[in-house]
């Protein structure tokens, strides 16, 4: 079975440290996103990845960056953490444009 | 921007009732998303459609191009059914990722 596999489930950190949520797909898929996801606002999308090295700019950009130094790992990094931070992100890949999205199981993060 | 809307909100019916969900969106787009939610956070890819109509199992999805909405049913509905069903758009013009519609919470009760 494909997966998305993002290495936490729930996450407490402290106002001004620098996160690191971490995304793995086994399924040699090309494109990569983040989405953070909040009560009446939905999934909003933070970045993406169309291959390695690759980034571009969600609608939600400010206070992150990504990494993709491999294809299959792609990671979210809160520069300096801040209470509005605090969110469920989800991971996602898809092979190409004409197939669906694979969705991790999330990450509960709160920043205190 | 593309802007998506659902309809209802929140969706209480009982086991056996048949269930729709609506989504319409404001500008073309290549392609919309059913997606499932359940409680603690995963979310399912359950189609993906850019025009008529697509089954899987009790569930079916369709999609009218010109009106610019989509809906899924559910037939027979189950208490497992109970979830966030969640639609989301993809733009043509080569933009990528998702804009998402803010989610439809059914419940159902046995």
């Known amino acids: 079975d494909v997966k998305v596999t993002q290495s936490s489930r729930y996450l407490v950190k402290r106002t001004g440290e620098k996160v690191f949520l971490e995304c793995v797909q086994d399924?040699?898929?090309?494109?990569m996103f983040w989405y953070r996801q909040d009560p009446g606002l939905g999934l909003r999308l933070i970045y993406f990845s169309y291959d390695v090295k690759m980034k571009e700019k969600g609608d939600i950009p400010e206070g992150y960056s990504v990494s993709r130094e491999k294809k299959e790992r792609f990671s979210l990094i809160l520069e300096s953490a801040s209470t509005n931070q605090t969110s469920m992100y989800l991971c996602?890949?898809?092979?190409?444009?004409?197939?669906?999205?694979?969705f991790g199981s999330g990450t509960r993060l709160t920043i205190v | 921007k593309n802007e998506v809307e659902q309809s209802p909100q929140n969706l209480t019916a009982q086991e056996g009732e048949f269930i729709t969900i609506n989504c319409s969106y404001s500008v073309g787009i290549s392609a919309l998303h059913w997606l499932q939610q359940h409680p603690g956070g995963g979310i399912v890819s359950l189609f993906m459609?850019?025009?008529g109509k697509k089954k899987h199992g009790r569930l079916i999805a369709t999609i009218n191009i010109q009106e610019k909405h989509s809906s899924l049913h559910i037939t027979a509905s189950h208490p497992r059914d109970s979830a966030v069903y969640i639609c989301a758009a993809r733009a043509g013009g080569g933009a990528d990722g998702l804009t998402f519609g803010k989610g439809t919470h059914l419940i159902i009760q046995p």
């Open positions: 996602a890949s898809r092979a190409d444009i004409s197939y669906g999205y694979t």
């Open positions: 459609l850019s025009s």
């Open positions: 399924m040699d898929h090309e494109n």
